[in-house]
């Protein structure tokens, strides 16, 4: 088994973030100061709750970003210098030689055949020396804490995304808002399969609301009265 294969059970959040880098970090933090401007602009007395959820998760997803960097950076750290915790057996009669990262992973080969019990012990105390190197290190870098903050910054930005799709937006800037974030996200979560239909669904609501507020008798696209004009033309068909 080959480091980069073993490496990407490591952080769950950092494989899935790789797309992300730090150019959209740095193109859509500017947004901030364009939609309170427009906010302002559009005469509103009190903030759009929805440009109030969307600065709260933009701060945690600009910090799960900076953990997932030091995380990255820690962890080529740790391999450069101590390596994955492994140990490798040969098998006797075969002479294949196997590489393991887990005691589950040595038991499962060796079983309890008597002539594997020396190799077996052998190759647990190899690979349990080399985690104990691998933890010193790790405890002395931050490693593992790095981690599990990443983890945890990582999940609260996912509950802020949830807390800006179910807000409704009372301007252009918070459908806006809501815009920034499917895009960032969708950057991050490729493999999602429901994302970004719900976030999309509902910028679209909102800009719907919006449009027809402005303009009563413009028929918006995706609202219900294009929807009933469709049903209509389908039944006259």
């Given at each position: 088994?080959?480091?980069?294969?073993?490496s990407t059970s490591l952080s769950f959040v950092t494989r899935?973030?790789?797309?992300?880098?730090?150019?959209?970090?740095?193109?859509?933090?500017?947004?901030?100061?364009?939609a309170q401007e427009a906010e302002l602009q559009a005469g509103?007395?009190?903030?759009?709750?929805?440009?109030?959820?969307?600065?709260?998760?933009?701060?945690?997803?600009?910090?799960?970003?900076?953990?997932?960097?030091?995380?990255?950076?820690?962890?080529?750290?740790?391999?450069?210098?101590?390596?994955?915790?492994?140990?490798?057996?040969?098998?006797?009669?075969?002479?294949?030689?196997?590489?393991?990262?887990?005691?589950?992973?040595?038991?499962?080969?060796?079983?309890?055949?008597?002539?594997?019990?020396?190799?077996?012990?052998?190759?647990?105390?190899?690979?349990?020396?080399?985690?104990?190197?691998?933890?010193?290190?790790?405890?002395?870098?931050?490693?593992?804490?790095?981690?599990?903050?990443?983890?945890?910054a990582g999940e609260r930005e996912q509950e802020l995304v949830?807390?800006?799709?179910?807000?409704?937006?009372?301007?252009?800037?918070?459908?806006?808002?809501?815009?920034?974030?499917?895009?960032?996200?969708?950057?991050?979560?490729?493999?999602?399969?429901?994302?970004?239909?719900?976030?999309?669904?509902?910028?679209?609501?909102?800009?719907?609301?919006?449009?027809?507020?402005?303009?009563?008798?413009?028929?918006?696209?995706?609202?219900?009265?294009?929807?009933?004009?469709?049903?209509?033309?389908?039944?006259?068909?």
């Amino acid at each position: 088994m080959a480091d980069s294969d073993h490496s990407t059970s490591l952080s769950f959040v950092t494989r899935r973030r790789l797309l992300a880098g730090t150019a959209i970090a740095a193109l859509t933090w500017p947004f901030q100061a364009k939609a309170q401007e427009a906010e302002l602009q559009a005469g509103h007395d009190s903030p759009d709750p929805a440009l109030l959820a969307w600065r709260e998760w933009k701060t945690a997803a600009l910090r799960t970003e900076a953990l997932c960097h030091k995380q990255q950076r820690l962890e080529t750290k740790l391999v450069r210098e101590i390596g994955f915790p492994r140990t490798t057996l040969r098998l006797p009669g075969s002479g294949e030689t196997l590489e393991f990262f887990s005691p589950e992973d040595i038991e499962a080969i060796c079983g309890s055949a008597p002539e594997m019990a020396d190799l077996c012990t052998k190759a647990k105390a190899e690979l349990a020396e080399h985690q104990a190197r691998w933890d010193v290190v790790d405890e002395q870098i931050g490693y593992s804490a790095t981690k599990q903050a990443e983890v945890e910054a990582g999940e609260r930005e996912q509950e802020l995304v949830e807390a800006l799709t179910a807000t409704p937006a009372t301007s252009l800037a918070g459908v806006a808002g809501k815009l920034d974030m499917i895009f960032h996200e969708g950057t991050i979560w490729e493999d999602d399969t429901e994302f970004p239909q719900p976030q999309i669904r509902s910028a679209l609501r909102d800009l719907i609301r919006l449009g027809q507020a402005i303009e009563p008798n413009v028929v918006m696209p995706g609202g219900d009265r294009e929807a009933a004009q469709a049903r209509r033309s389908r039944s006259e068909a």
